[in-house]
């Protein structure tokens, strides 16, 4: 006669195969394993009111099924008419509440005892030995492997759901460490404008907001992403992804530089406009290493590999500093900075730049001073050296004062030129006195001429020419 094969055997080795593929715990999925058969078992062979504990062997695949029943005296149970304590047993279980008209006081009303979930204190004694009141006790029941198809399908469904859940919990927990990190994935699918990326053991979801503006996700495309939050949700672990967020960039670098990772060189600030430009200010206290020129790589390799992943992002990347006009030279470069007046009050300052470096300074949209007050922390006023010569006033106060100066310079024109018309005045009729004296004093020396020439006498020329006659 050959010997009747346990049907559980085969299941116990597909269960702890289902466990170890889903990444589950094994002791978890026999306990849900062990409850859809004691269901099933209740449902086929017991009673309603009946408690019962299936334990299954996950090496052999044999089972055991035990009733489970409380320990309980008068102190903790009503006793009533054993017909209807019957009639109660098909009934749900009530605790009533009576009030004490004595005194007021509310007080539990005792549950009923129920032979299938209860057992007398001194019987009790007599079958388990030493146990207590409201104690646990177990009677083992006979052995069935056979249900029903209304009862396998139960047990079916039982396990199919608290396996689902163990698997949900086991994703939850795997990704909720990957919480802050950057992972692998592939575009599954594009719906709206939401992109569903699977990372391998879950699906996470980058929300257009999330997404960097101008790229496009195809199905099937690997990416990096930043996995920003991880929720639990009845459908499974609710995965928000990121392309826009500055740690994504930070991850990037860390993977790309050693010396970051290691944390020789140290990532100081981050600032980012996805998808344009970004800045980061790095600084390291080891002697003889280029912070700098760590991150670039030889020839660019290791700063252009990131530049790469990011869809060809530019990022600048610049020198950190204690002293905080230094570190603010540096944050608006390329451009050139004449002076940094800090406010260390307001947490603001004025910074200089020459005339042709204003736009440069400013970047287009102004995003290169944009990324520059975010990697600073501080409010940046930037002014060119003309607009400079007015002293404490922003950007577009000094426009205002130019506009000022300028009527100002209008007025101080039309005095000078008053002035200038008042001494052009004054020099002509200097000029016209000097005319009057010198004419007076040629018509004085003509009529002394004339005068002495009808007087007879002779000028001093012909004086001249008598003497040299005579010799």
Avoid at 116 to 140: C, N, T
Avoid at 178 to 194: D, F, Y
Avoid at 417 to 438: A, G, P, Q, R, W
Avoid at 443 to 455: I, Q, Y
Wanted: proline share 4%.
């Amino acid at each position: 006669m050959t010997e009747e094969k346990n049907p559980f055997s085969d299941f116990t080795g597909a269960i702890t195969a289902l466990a170890e593929e889903k990444g589950l715990d094994v002791e978890d999925v026999m306990e849900t394993v062990e409850t859809a058969i004691a269901a099933a078992y209740k449902k086929e062979y017991g009673k309603r009111g009946q408690s019962i504990r299936a334990e299954l062997n996950s090496v052999s695949g044999d089972m055991k099924f035990f009733l489970l029943k409380e320990v309980a005296d008068e102190s903790t149970r009503e006793f009533i008419d054993p017909d209807a304590e019957e009639k109660e047993a098909e009934e749900p279980e009530m605790q009533d509440i009576t009030t004490d008209e004595n005194n007021g006081v509310e007080e539990e009303k005792k549950p009923r005892f129920n032979p299938e979930r209860d057992i007398m204190l001194d019987e009790a004694k007599e079958k388990y030995g030493d146990v207590e009141l409201e104690q646990i006790v177990e009677e083992e029941l006979p052995t069935y492997t056979d249900f029903g198809r209304v009862a396998a399908q139960t047990a079916k469904q039982v396990i199919i759901q608290r396996i689902r859940e163990s698997e949900r919990t086991a994703m939850y927990n795997e990704y909720k460490e990957k919480e802050g990190e950057i992972v692998n994935g592939t575009v599954q699918r594009v719906e709206g404008k939401n992109v569903f990326v699977d990372l391998g053991k879950s699906v996470g979801v980058l929300f257009p907001r999330e997404q960097v503006r101008g790229e496009r996700y195809n199905p099937g495309q690997r990416v990096k992403v930043y996995v920003e939050s991880v929720e639990l949700d009845p459908k499974g672990p609710g995965i928000k992804l990121s392309r826009v967020h500055p740690e994504l960039l930070h991850r990037l670098i860390e993977l790309e530089v050693p010396e970051i990772f290691s944390g020789t060189v140290e990532l100081k600030e981050i600032a980012r406009e996805a998808g344009s430009r970004s800045k980061i200010a790095v600084y390291t206290e080891e002697e003889g290493i280029d912070p700098i020129g760590s991150c670039v790589g030889q020839k660019g390799t290791r700063i252009n590999a990131i530049i790469e992943e990011l869809g060809g992002e530019k990022v600048d990347i610049i020198e950190w500093s204690e002293d905080k006009e230094e570190f603010i030279t540096a944050a608006l470069s390329p451009a050139k900075v004449i002076s940094v007046e800090f406010d260390e009050e307001n947490n603001k300052a004025t910074v200089v730049v020459p005339d042709d470096q204003l736009s440069l300074a400013i970047g287009k949209r102004g995003q290169n001073v944009r990324l520059a007050v975010k990697l600073t922390n501080c409010d940046l006023d930037v002014v060119s050296a003309e607009e400079s010569r007015v002293p404490g006033e922003t950007v577009s106060e000094s426009t205002d004062a130019e506009e000022i100066d300028v009527d100002e310079a209008g007025e101080k024109l039309k005095e000078a030129e008053e002035k200038l018309k008042e001494m052009e005045k004054d020099l002509e009729s200097v000029e016209v006195d000097v005319d009057e004296e010198e004419t007076e004093e040629d018509n004085e020396d003509e009529k002394e001429t004339e005068e002495k020439e009808l007087e007879g006498e002779s000028s001093p020329e012909d004086e001249s020419k008598k003497t040299k006659e005579e010799k």
